[in-house]
């Protein structure tokens, strides 16, 4: 029945590279559309340069500028005084994707993992052929310029050109010029102004310039001296970790024994933790063999009240045997660990309470810092900023919210300012958690009658190692509930603020306004009450402006009669 | 059996310097207030459905005494209690004047603007209307005793002769036309009576086709035709034909929840107007039809027409028609055996049927054996 | 000057033998062809704005000669074929009989199922309806004339009197109440005119008002309260009243689009039935008010009411109120310099104003002075 | 200032592997939700056997098992009757991404490129920690089974075990079986039931048959015994080309000139059209040359209208002199091809006619199969299907369309069966060109009244070596113009044929009717007549029966007095 043999269909099997496969598939790393594709490159170069500097407590100072060389046809350049690029690395760091000082690590960054400035150098030369020039210095004798090309086939850098010049005035930073084609320059919501735009105001204390192909400079000036400390590397909680994390880790470890691996790899996790996790591990292997469905859910629910002692005795000998067992596992070497004991623990993870996941590595923008950047980027008439403490989702991943709101002032319009660890989203924002928790909050009760025609803008920044995009287009932040309820809260506290800012402002128009709303009936009232009653007018108007007088000397007497 | 005309049980007793004097109490009681440097405050029983109950005495709807206070003090009830002293010194005038205005005429009349700036003491006639409505409850008396008139509507046609300032007429000798009901009927006099009962008929053609038929010499009786829902004049009219002149009232309208509201209306009156019960209700009004019952009896089923809206036990119901049957159901008056009967067939047949239906038959078959027979039989519905 | 009664032009001349002469010419017209094996048909004058035009002449609006024909051979055609034959024998029997019969009982009369199917002849009135107006159509004749009576509305005060069958009554002896007026009138006669001139007023407030402050005896003038668009009995006895009685005809409506689409309808018929207007329809009825004008002569500028809609130069415009003025602007009888500068100023001013605004300047107003003052100076909208 | 020094910043500098990459991103290649990554798993499996099967001219039988093990976990078993895989492949296959036999070839392809199957072995692993059971045969003497893993980490396939066993009955084919957690079998319309049922549609040739968790068999039966032959690789067409695949290509060919790199390694590229080239690379050269805008723009447009030859004259000297140059890079080695020159060809191909691509290479299901395939799956009364042509968009890429229409039967409700190569497409919909197309075309006029209620199934499949998905996830098809026009006019003529079926349908039915309907109202008419001309009903009746009778015999009669 065969045509063929198996081995004849294999003769064109092949291996191809990372680049080759990004290379057909650049929309997975945000090359889509001509007015996106640019607007990612410029994140990608701009997010490069803002690390470095953080990373080397610089103050950044990271100039873009966009030439235009024809149709659909740019020249970008993204210029830092970031800490430099060491002349061995630039073929890694522009030319090899998943190649990075972050990816493998936990901590909360910016960008793509590892193929951020790669892909945007791929991208440059698969639409116009040319390689992108690196000039860069780390502040010696010498800068260096390169001309750099990915080879795709074998996803490796290839400096195909390289001169080194002096360095007499000691010039530091990166400086990156790429051609591209196939791309466009809209002044959108979706464009690089509005990016940069954005990505200034959550990044107060660097200096932006853009120079757009029209050679208008445009100035995001500094609003803070404060450089944000760079993230840390966390330790993974025991809640936020799957059974293959744990497993691949053991094997990893070079910790000589289960027990120090969890210690020394998980935070929360004393020696003590240890034992507990001994005894759950050992209650649910128990309760797992226990035949009776009734009872097992039973065993369950009291495991989880904690009443772990109490199961452990309940099994007696058989109890202490497995409690042995247990404890073994805990002395083999990690590398020994099953898949089906990393389960176990995983499972006893569940039951066991930790302490929240520290939240050292989480790096707010900080309220002060957010007024600052909406202030001096919008100029409105009244700012408030909130940055909640970091919470956790899905039992151990933690995240930290922090809200802001601008109002009036130069402001038109609403709008809402999208951030995923500081970094700007400006696509699919339908999705996003952020516009629903916004759009949830009922904004009439803070004084904002008409939202969508209201000077307002709301500012949201999620902030974790891991922020839960809805997909690889990371532009929008899935519906977590915790992350979506800690939205709420926190833009309700800023609207009370709102609310009452609003009101202060309104309140001694409010009382003048009243006074006369009574006055101005008298001459009614009196008359008709002269017709009702046969008295003169004259007689009767004095009496009700005397009432009126007495009643604003006491200014509180209204609320006694009930005013709603 | 044969219906016939009963025994008084009311005189008329309109009397306009009561209303007057009523009046200004209310003034006199402000004025005493703000002299001792009191905020003064005005009381009127409040509206709507919470504020009323079905006196099973008296077989009406009444009104409750839950009452809202009106200070003159307070911001949100300032201009509220400017426009009721407003009124009330209009009311005042026009009563002792001996005038009438209508609703729309009151409402210009006192329309204007407050010192000097742009507001209008009312700016729609709502306004205007809901203080008249106030003051009605808050003294007791009719609008049209505070000479209000109502918005006309509806006739009559029989062998009465009335009394109306210096004309005296018979209503059976106007032609087809008959006389049209004013919005006012408390200066009325009924000189002579020579029907036996009065049959109050929905619609303008069923009227017609009666007095076409000679219905109202054959049967001696007077037709009042309500043009739809009874207006405050013929309620008022129909009431004082019962009690001052001890007329029985047979109500005739279409089989259908609509028709059964207008004779819950004339019956019972309105929760709206449960204030005015005591002066507009006719509780021992009869129906004649439609009923469920002629359907089948007089085969009619060919001409009847469904009802609208969406059944109890279907998804999304009730609505329109059923919803209105069902809400009728749990009226006190149609809580009988006779009437939750029809109602429940209504909503079971899904079907109305209306008076000139009964032209399937034939044209004269609703004066000449509907109406009498059912009538003389005495089948009528409580 | 004074306005007073004209010299008749018209006489009284209903022949019912005549309608059931031309209901049978339809019939035997019809056998005709089905006898010599033709398709038969029924040649309908078409309704709608495309088959009417102003008569310059007559000043009248006409219908144009443009017909529908109805066949029986043509499954599209065969149910109006045979509903109109159906109703057009129904009819030859009601005016047999002299018989009146309304609308629905029409309908209901001639609703039942064809030939053992589920289908009816009628399935609602509006068909029925239809049928009759193609019969007014195709026949010329009105159909209060076929027996078919039309929604009645509206009443009458003043000292006249009129002959309705046996009875005889005059219409200023009937209290406040006045005269209603019958769906069909062609069965009156007016025995005795002792006015000068018909007072036609949109309202029954202001009617009401008017007969209040004896107006009509002050000013010798028949009150004829339309209550709304005037009912075709209204129209038709406008109508008799100018051509055989020769009474003048003065409209007061409300100032708005609405009330001088009133005006239009009775002067000069309306579209949907521009064939009855030699009959229903009295080009020399003149306008008294309210016009824009009176708003500033009078001081009304307090109780004016804004227009509703966009007016024309706003986006979206002009929509409501003001695209009905922009369409009575296009009137062939409103294409003159006095209607164009009141519908103009409408427009400017984007206001309206009512009849009983003027219960602003005091109750008696319009009957001692706006009515009286206006009307001897002829001061007159044509 | 800086804090650190650049060379500490990259102490940390590490490179990640492709699994890595995915693993961490794996909603990239469709694992994301509990669902649809069920409906991701067993698509890639049968993807891949059915391909094998075909490639092998083998009728497929494929058989889906699913077995629940416990809450979101469950065994997924695969068996095909394909060619099987030999030994030293199986590793490869399943454990190593982005190798394969397709990625690299210009071919139309089923599914992902060359990480399919060996993603769902990673989503297995990661989620259960379990190897993948792999038991085939190539047919020889022995079957293998092996249990294989990923070395993320290397991206690398482990054999963590083997058994050879004989085979003395010669059973050839591929049988895999994972362990997955973290998804949720349910018989939505995009769950695994709908993705098989859809795809039994589309293969005919296929017999599919699914065991629910439940033990319930459903079998998806062949309709067709005719197998598809596989497709073809196909030579790029110059349209479908941009710079850098034209420069990529010169450097891998092993032709010798240019020229007959071209004519070699494109279709519709003759030695007289590399002519034809050359002349128009050369009328560029010039044009580029001139400085004045408005006679460029005019020399472009004449260029545009084939006035090739009468412009380089145009030029003179110069004109030969430039065309003698350009002559020069044909005769180059390709590898020596500038970027320029490859931009300039580029340029070039897009003023030159070239004849469509070949669509050898596209395999559509064919409407007889496609017929059976919706006659066999959901019993309609009509089915109609229709195959266009194959077309082009984007100036170079081969297309074709395919829909079918199934109208009552057993169905009921209105749907659209969207497919990409004969994969069925069952998420974001509402993006998808083929909605759109569907939704355009105004059914009434083909007497469907109500669309949403009609018993109706539109199929629609959409052909190409390179199909314009929206996004990452392959799900929707973007609004390509040529696409959308070419599905709306096959719609258009495949809802003529229902309306011709429908209208058909109710002939005779109506004639009958339309009879009825006269003679009906005869008593009717008789009677009214009888009481206006007062003559007896009886003789009246029979002359209308007389009329009527005579109408049907002349059936055309009624149009004549217009009928519509």
Known sequence: MAKSEAKELFKEFKIQSVSEFFRRNAAMLGYTGKVRSFTTLIHEAVTNALDACEEAGILPYVKVEIEELGKEHYKLIVEDNGPGIPEKFISHVFGKMLAGTKAHRNIQSRGQQGIGISGAVMFAQMTSGKATRVITSTGGDEIIEAWVMIDVEKNEGKVVKKIKHPNPTGWRGTRIEMEVKDVRYIRSKQGPYWYLKLTAIANPHAHIELIEPDGKLIVFPRGSEEIPKPPEEMKPHPRGVITDDLFRMAKKTRRSTVKRFLVGEFSRISSQKVSEIVKYVAALRLINGVEEEQKKKQLYERLANGEVDIILKSFGKRGKQTLRQVEKIMEKEPSKLTW????????????????????????????????????????????????RSPKVYRGGIPFQVEVALAFGG?????????????????????????????RSVDWKRYKVDNLEDAPMVVFVNVISVHVPYTSTGKQSIASEEEIYEEIRLALMEIGRRLKKYLSGKHRKLHQVKRRRTLEKYVDEVAEALSILTEKPKEEIKPYFLGLIEKKFEAPEVEAAEGEA | MTIKREKPREKFGYDPQKVIKKLEGIGYQILEAVKQGKNPHIDVPMRGISNVYYDEATKTIQMGDKISRRYFLHVAHAKKFMQTVLIAAYIKRLVGEMKHASLREAYYANKHSVGGTKENTFEDQIESNAIIE????????????????????????????????????????????????????????????????????????????????????????????????????????????????????IVFTDGDPYGWY????????????????????????????????????????????KLKGIPPNKKGGPTGDYKRILEEMEYPWFKNREWQRQLKMAIKLGVRIEQ???AHKSLEFVAKKYLPEKIANEELLP
């Open chain 1, 340 to 387: 089906h004991e990393a389960e176990e623990i995983i499972e006893a993870f569940k039951y066991i309470k930790f302490l929240a996941p520290p939240t050292s590595g989480l790096r707010p923008i900080g309220e002060e810092n957010i007024e600052k950047g909406l202030t001096n980027i919008l100029n409105p008439e009244f700012v408030t900023s909130l940055t």
């Open chain 1, 410 to 438: 130069s402001l038109s319009g609403f709008d809402i300012l999208r951030y995923a660890n500081r970094v700007p989203l400006l696509f699919d924002a339908g999705s996003c958690v952020t516009t629903s928790a916004v």
């Open chain 2, 134 to 249: 106030d003051l009605e409850r808050t003294l007791g008396v009719l609008r049209e005793e505070m000479h209000i008139t109502a918005d006309r509507r509806g006739y009559i046609y029989g062998d009465i002769t009335i009394k109306d300032g210096e004309d005296e007429f018979n209503t059976s000798k106007l032609g087809m036309g008959g006389w049209a009901v004013p919005g006012t009927v408390e200066h009325l006099k009924f000189t002579q009576i020579n029907v036996d009962y009065a049959l109050v008929v929905e619609t303008a053609a069923m009227a017609d086709r009666l007095i076409e038929e000679k219905f109202p010499k054959k049967e001696n009786a007077l037709i009042i035709a309500t043009q739809g829902q009874a207006s405050r004049g013929v309620r008022r009219l129909i009431h004082r034909l019962h009690y001052e002149e001890g007329l029985p009232i």
């Open chain 2, 262 to 305: 207008i004779y819950s209306t004339i019956k019972q009156g309105s929760i709206n107007l449960a204030y005015l019960s005591d002066k507009l209700a006719t509780p021992e009004a009869k129906f004649v039809g439609m009923t469920m019952d002629d359907i089948e009896r007089y085969g009619l089923q060919r001409v009847t027409e």
């Open chain 2, 356 to 358: 000139q239906a009964l």
